[in-house]
């Protein structure tokens, strides 16, 4: 099936807090795409469209605390050489990871699972922020593996006494906080709601879910949650917290990085023949490496830059890069094609693996925590991952 240009590209019109833009879509570049049962043809000619793009300008919120945490077993580079053909030499030389964090199963984890780590990361950036529970609005839980499949977030509300907040999860995989930040924002700016204050955690535990025997993807992803509180600011412009922002998506991609559903035949015994239903399970983690590498340092540069044309700022007014925590290779390519020295870049990569959802609000946390990041440094952050999604948000901390 070949689709033309003209069935690809739309082109909308859509307003986000105080900015609005025309975009139209651009597909994942590549000769073929599976999309379903259908191979779609992905002609050239397409390659200057993307298939979903928002952008947003100030919104007026500013992030006052975050908090991390983490399980307490680690899988160290030297302890995959029992499990898989590695070393500790090849994957630190290409990813930039020593270790990674994870959980165990149910009653080896002694009580840790992501509930407890969101829960947990939560109530420190609560603590930080020295905003009650009970004056929490909003909950957003970022997570891509919840323990529960209906999702995980009115459990941690619960937990840490949020009462009167509302809270739903949100799936977007590695651009999961990101994707997740800049909905909070959208809620707190808008001037005809009641909301003030809002957690965002982005949490997952992708060990459940990769192949244990493939030293290519096992050597990867690591366990773990963070968050962040944020809070309106008013009218008081010299406080907002998120600059501008840019998200991206594109189902055309879909298939370079999936966990997609297996199940198994159950019969269950109805008139005649039975019916054969499906038993929910799911496939474990594929990843096209080569192609997210190359999906990541093409747009993360490009999506960086279009957020802070939102925030009318430039690379120059940059203090740090924090990107979601990959693999090493990918951030400082990303740097350098923005023009920014490694040293701005912040990572703990090489401690706790790609946690997915949890790497940029983990990262932060400890960039603040240490004294790395200063009250009104100028943060770039970008995420991107499965779907195909992408973003970024320029962000002022404190």
Known sequence: MNLSYSSLVATFLVTLGSQSQA???????????????????????????????????????????????????????????????????????????????????????????????????????????????????????????????????????????????????????????????????????NNGNTYNNAIVVGADALSRWIDWDDRNSCILFGDGAGAAVYSVTGEDDSKVGILGSSLHSNGLGYEKLKCGYKGSPRTVATPGDGTILSEGSYERLNMDGKEVYKFATREVPTVINEALDAADMSIEDVDWLLLHQANIRIMETVAKRLGLPKEKIITNLSQYGNTSAASIPLALDEAVRSGQVKEGDVIACAGFGAGLSWGSAIMKWG
């Open 23 to 189: 975009f139209q879509p651009t597909p994942f570049l590549g000769k073929n795409v599976q999309i379903g049962s259908q191979a779609v043809n992905v002609s050239r000619s397409t390659k200057a469209a993307s298939l979903s793009m928002v952008t947003s300008g100030p919104l007026k919120c500013r992030v006052i605390g975050v908090g991390s945490a983490a399980p307490k077993t680690v899988i160290t580079n030297v302890d995959l050489e029992d499990v898989v053909e590695t070393s500790d030499e090849w994957i630190s030389s290409r990813t930039g990871i020593s270790q990674r964090r994870v959980l165990l199963h149910n009653e080896e984890a002694g009580g840790e699972s992501i509930k407890t780590l969101a829960a947990d990361a939560a109530s420190r950036a609560l603590e930080m922020s020295k905003v009650a529970p009970e004056d929490i609005d909003l909950v957003i839980v970022a997570t891509s593996s919840p323990d529960d499949m209906f999702g995980d977030a009115t459990s941690v509300a619960a937990s840490l006494g949020c009462v009167n907040s509302v809270a739903f999860d949100l799936t977007a995989a590695c651009s999961g906080f990101l994707f997740g930040s800049v909905t909070a924002g959208q809620f707190l700016d």
